[in-house]
């Protein structure tokens, strides 16, 4: 039994909320013969009943009785020996749950002898806390090199005044992790190691730096992403589906918006000013002299989730004239526009959408998009010579832009 809860409680602690994926309830991991976990989606006390959803998307009915018994766990703990009794009126919506009981053959329903819950405050300022940790010690950056017999990563990483170099050696008791192809949430990655890496692979690690050029890594995510522009020519929030043309050659694109993708707004160029002031520059950045705001200032926050909010590493890390640094990264200036909604997205619109390597090259699921983007292009793209046509809009994607591992 105590192997059970041991068991259980890392489910708790790692399940966190994402997107439902395409999974037949009789294959949801999430359901075995005696447990289900899940987010509570509704609570019926007075008839003793609840109903959860799976991160896989299934449906459960959990049915209470007056033996149930309830045990609250701290996320972070990995067995029950700290777990605190409480009643069924202290669940509520939003929480996290492992109802142990005798799942039902359908797997549609279990009568539950035991509710271990995580709430969703707990999970949120845990989640928070390990945020705010990849941000005052993380890198992020796009490989540009790797040397397989020292186990070296080289990466570059876009500032206001130019793209920065750092060398990251992989030790034995680094973490490696890597996305899987159409993933989108940072807690999806999967363990990985050296032999994985390819040039153009982004790259997100946590660890110290060691000086400007070299940041030694306690946990690395890498993952092959795509970063496409383009103007919107249909938006479905029935299918949460974007459709564009690219910018490069005018390509149909179909942009998959899930629930854990991160959707923000670029400011037009009049607003340009106020937002740098916001900001802050960089020492490296065209009047400059300021420094770039904490995680927290400036912009409102990004809401909690677990995939697809890109950003630089933050404080510590390579950008935005903090010690090491060389200037204000274009990537931290990302994660810090106001987020939006689907709603917000536009006939017209140009945007810049970040996503894993998929199956189908037409269709993307969206980690990031940003929208407003033709102001971010045009400040990125190379400046034309006199007697030279202005470049493709395009041509600033190949300025650095790289937002598509998010935090946890």
């Known amino acids: 039994m105590r192997t059970f809860f041991f068991a259980a409680a890392i489910g708790l602690i790692t399940l966190l909320s994402s997107s439902p994926v395409s999974l037949a309830q009789d294959a949801d991991p999430n359901i075995t013969a005696k447990h289900a976990i899940g987010e509570i989606k509704s609570i019926d006390t007075a008839a003793k009943q609840m109903t959860i959803k799976t991160d896989a998307g299934s449906m459960v009915t959990v049915t209470l009785s007056d033996k149930t018994t309830y045990k609250k766990l701290a996320p972070g703990e990995q067995t029950l020996t700290n ?237 935005g004239g903090r010690p090491g640094g060389g200037g204000f990264n274009i990537n931290d200036m990302l994660e810090r526009l106001p987020i939006i909604s689907f709603a917000d997205v536009k006939v017209g619109d140009t945007i810049i959408v970040s996503s894993t390597q998929g199956v189908d090259p037409t269709r993307l699921t969206a980690i990031s998009l940003v929208t407003g983007a033709d102001t971010l292009l045009a400040m990125l793209a190379p400046r034309p010579q006199p007697g030279q046509t202005a470049p493709n809009p395009a041509a600033g994607l190949g300025s650095g832009i790289s937002f598509g591992i998010g935090l946890p």
Request: no cysteine; hydrophobic share 35%.
């Open 83 to 319: 777990a605190t009794d409480v009643a069924l009126t202290d669940l509520a919506e939003g929480d996290r749950v492992m109802a142990r009981g005798t799942v039902a053959a359908d797997r549609k329903s279990v009568p539950a002898a035991m509710i271990v819950v995580m709430t969703k405050g707990d999970l949120a300022k845990k989640q928070e806390a390990e945020r705010a940790e990849w941000r005052k010690r993380g890198i992020l950056g796009v490989i540009t090199a790797l040397k397989p017999d020292t186990k070296e990563i080289t990466i570059t990483h876009r500032t206001m005044a130019a793209n920065q170099t750092v060398i990251i050696p992989v030790g034995d008791k680094t973490e490696m992790r890597r996305y899987a192809p159409d993933s989108i949430k940072f807690g999806d990655a999967k363990p990985s190691d050296f032999n994985e890496l390819k040039v153009g692979d982004q790259l997100r690690a946590l660890g110290e730096r060691k000086d400007p050029e070299h940041f030694v890594p306690e946990k690395v995510v890498t993952g092959s992403f795509r970063t496409v522009g383009g103007v919107v020519t249909a938006v479905d929030p029935a299918t949460g589906e974007i459709k564009i043309n690219d910018l490069e050659k005018k390509r149909p694109f179909t942009i998959v918006v899930k629930h854990d993708a991160v959707l923000r707004k670029f400011p037009p160029a009049s607003e340009m000013g106020a937002m740098m002031g916001g900001f802050g520059r960089g020492p490296g950045a065209p009047g400059g002299g300021g420094q770039p705001p904490q995680s927290g200032q400036g912009q409102p926050a990004a809401k909690p989730q677990g995939g697809g909010q890109g950003g630089p590493g933050g404080p510590g890390g390579p950008a």
